[in-house]
């Protein structure tokens, strides 16, 4: 991403002798760049030279944005920045903000928050697997996964009333208690979906096609994806112990036990294992946290921070000075700054908020794994062909959203 | 009338029959392909246009009618708009020689069910479906657009590579027939067993090569939607654009034919001979069905086949395909064509 991405009127370096290659616009319309990305690719026939990525088609200045709002308000936005992991986003912000206000949440919110996370993790792997399958011709599975999605979709819905921008978690707590449905329907899920995890596995794991498409394709070394600054399933992939849930609990994670699943080689293909064993763990969790849910208040009870009870409004003045206050001037934490890091679908979502003491954020950024994973393309499609860069693009998951902001 | 203007006369007959047929089922494959696969798919395919859906080709020929033909600026025209139809044009031409069903006597006449039946009928369809590759690489060539370039290399990249096992593999089916003819090739398989039985490796070569020769999934790779976007008719609009797809379905039938031809035995039904007694009714009933249905229920079964394999596999890789071709595909169909010609000699 330097500055000679931005005039892509000049001829790549090295193209300037009298040779063959070609160069070959790839994006921001094109079936398989996931959005909007687009590539500069310099060919020799079908093998590519060079690799440049053009970021900047989706650039929403969320961040600039989030700045004229109020705290609670940015969470609407940061449904909309990693739109496929939202909910994580969500947490990233909420947790941030938490540490500024110095408060903490109630035990069952933490274990809500973190089953929540992980159906958002499966649900953003279905959509890589699906994607990833479909740019390598395998369109079946594109479907099957979409099967699936609907279903965690459908208790997003059923919980928070949208689908995809819940902004379900807020400020001191959530938005609301999981209705008495909720249970019954995560359960059905968890019983069904082992074997379609089973059934993606057996069109494409041990399929000959697909291991000669991912095998030794987009190699990425250990060193590499720590130097590029990769996190999330990409770094694993490479065999590098690194999930934060682990080495670094939040949200009632050191409650849980499961892997983290590593790869060996760092190829496309190990990515793919390694995404198919994460749902497969996340799915564990799932289950531990709906088992051992603790009972409790869903929100704190701090009238600075969460609005009163509904039923209060109409009794008590008190109350109802509250919530007007709340929901005119918002809330104010002390003056400073945080950063907060969780584990989101592609890697290590790192939220870094500044206060001044007033009711908006002075800046609030967010450190987007997909941008740094998308960083380390050109080296890991050194020699590649072109039918690999689909293949490489779909292994690394980035959501152009996340990248733009 | 002199036999020139008879044989004149029966040759448009049996054009025009030719062409209905294979214009209709274009039409019924292009809806079959999108239930079949949807139903794999756990959707519905289309249904929304008259019954089942069943009039949706019709809606989507009416639309590619009535659209735009857009010539981008900087295509070469006059071959532009000639290569869609060299394509569809040579993939009609190849299905003159298949044989249908045996011939019939009507009258003073000997009809048989095929256009023309020449001696060498492999050779020419051989021959013919080779050329198929030109509307591709002209039209891929001529677009200016660089996706349909590499299209066009692709697919050159692909012919190159398997059609000399290709072509081997309809060898050993030749040698063993006996003849380039077709319908003998058919009516030798009413004595020995079908050559799918006897030639197994044969016929494994035949499919896979067939399934390239059509540039059907998993070998679609000169139209790799997910790599260069629609490849050689990247540029294509309009009707031209439903040339080429008539085209590659066409060549599908053409293939599907041939294959049953040369392996499933054509018209002939199917016969074990060793039904016991209390299934004779089912012998009978077998024996009983006409030539042509036999004919028509074997290419549905290779149309289906190709069906499920687009649902199926991932797309196989250029450069794994030409390995496949030189490295697998063809030093088996030799060793085959060897074994078989010992074989045959031996005899």
């Not at chain 1, 650039?59 to 992991?85: A, C, F, P, S």
């Not at chain 1, 208040?297 to 509904?310: A, L």
């Not at chain 2, 256009?115 to 198929?132: D, E, K, M, R, T």
């Amino acid at each position: 991403m330097t500055s000679e991405v931005q005039t892509p009127e000049t001829e790549p370096a090295g193209v300037h002798e009298p040779s063959e290659y070609m160069t070959l616009n790839m994006g921001p319309q094109h079936p398989s760049t996931h959005g909007v990305l687009r590539l500069l690719l310099t060919l020799d026939g079908e093998t590519i030279v060079d690799v440049k990525p053009d970021i900047g088609y989706l650039h929403t200045g969320i961040e600039k944005n989030g700045e004229k709002l109020k705290y609670q308000q940015v969470i609407t936005l940061t449904d909309r920045m990693g739109y496929l992991d939202n909910m994580m986003d969500e947490l990233g912000f909420v947790l941030a903000v938490e540490k500024l206000l110095g408060i903490e949440v109630p035990e069952r919110v933490k274990w809500i928050r973190a089953l929540f996370c992980e159906l958002e993790r499966i649900s953003s792997h279905l959509v890589w697997l699906g994607t990833h399958a479909l740019d390598l011709g395998a369109m079946s599975v594109f479907l099957y996964c979409f099967r699936e999605r609907e279903k965690i979709l459908d208790i997003k819905e059923m919980t928070s009333g949208v689908r995809m921008m819940t902004s379900y978690f807020r400020i001191g707590g959530l938005m609301a208690d999981l209705p008495p449905e909720f249970e019954p329907r995560v359960r059905e899920f968890l019983a069904d979906f082992p074997h379609r995890v089973d059934e993606y596995e057996e069109l494409l794991t041990q399929n000959e096609l697909w291991m000669e498409r991912t095998e030794n394709v987009g190699l990425l070394s250990r060193e590499d994806a720590i130097a590029w600054g990769c996190t999330g399933p990409v770094l694993r992939a490479s065999g590098v112990f690194a999930d934060l849930r682990k080495t670094n609990p939040y949200s009632g994670y050191e409650n849980f036990d499961f892997e983290v699943p590593l790869g060996t080689h760092g190829d496309v293909y190990d990515r793919y294992l390694c995404r198919i064993r994460e749902m497969r763990e996340s799915l564990k969790i799932v289950g531990q946290a709906l088992d051992g849910m603790p009972d409790g208040p869903w929100r704190i009870d701090d009238r600075k921070i969460v609005p009163p009870p509904k039923d209060e409004l109409g009794t008590s003045m008190e109350s109802l000075i509250h919530h007007f206050k709340l929901f005119t001037e918002g809330l104010r934490p002390p003056p400073g700054e945080v950063y907060q890091v969780v584990e989101g679908a592609r890697g290590q979502q790192g939220w870094y908020v500044v206060s001044d003491g007033s009711a908006k954020p002075y800046r609030f950024h967010m450190r987007a794994p997909s941008f740094y994973n998308l960083e380390a393309l050109p080296a890991m499609s050194k020699d590649a062909l072109v039918a690999d860069m689909v293949a490489i693009i779909g292994s690394t998951d980035i959501v152009l959203g996340e990248i733009d902001r | 009338m002199s036999p020139v203007v008879e044989a004149f006369v029966e040759g448009v007959i049996k054009a025009a029959i030719a062409l209905g047929f294979l214009l209709n089922s274009f039409a019924i494959m292009t809806i079959m392909e999108r239930k079949v696969v949807g139903r794999m798919q756990q959707r519905y395919g289309p249904n929304r246009v008259g019954p089942f859906g069943l009039l949706q080709p019709l809606a989507d020929g009416v639309k590619l009618l009535m659209k735009e033909q857009i010539i981008p600026a900087r295509v070469n025209v006059p071959i532009y708009i000639v290569a869609p139809t060299i394509s569809v044009m040579v993939s009609l031409m190849a299905f003159a020689v298949i044989p249908v069903a045996p011939a019939f006597t009507a009258g003073p006449y000997r009809v048989g069910w095929w256009i023309s039946n020449p001696n060498i009928g492999i050779l020419y369809l051989f021959a013919v479906a080779s050329l198929g590759v030109y509307g591709i690489v002209l039209g891929s060539w001529s677009s200016g657009n660089k996706y349909s370039l590499l299209g066009g290399l692709r697919s050159t990249a692909q012919i190159i590579s398997y059609e000399l096992a290709f072509g081997l593999s309809i060898v050993s089916a030749i040698l063993l027939a006996g003849s380039l003819n077709l319908p003998e090739v058919v009516k030798v398989q009413s004595h020995l067993p079908w050559f799918i039985l006897i030639q197994p490796l044969g016929f494994a070569i035949f499919a896979i090569g067939g399934i390239a020769e059509t540039n059907r999934a998993p070998f679609d790779l000169p139209e790799a939607e997910q790599e260069l976007i629609a490849g050689y008719h990247t540029e294509y609009s309009g009707f031209r654009f439903a040339l080429y797809f008539m085209a590659e379905y066409i060549n599908m039938v053409t293939i599907s034919a041939l294959a049953t031809t040369l392996f499933l035995g054509g018209w002939l039904p199917i016969n074990f001979g060793w039904f016991p007694g209390w299934l004779q009714w089912l012998d009978n009933f077998l024996l009983w069905v006409p030539g042509v249905l036999w004919f028509l229920a074997k290419v549905s079964f290779f149309l289906f086949a190709y069906m499920w394999l687009r649902a199926t596999l991932p797309r196989i890789r250029y450069d794994r395909l030409m390995w496949f071709g030189w490295k697998v595909l063809l030093p088996l169909a030799v060793l085959n064509v060897l074994i078989t010609a010992l074989y045959v000699s031996l005899q």
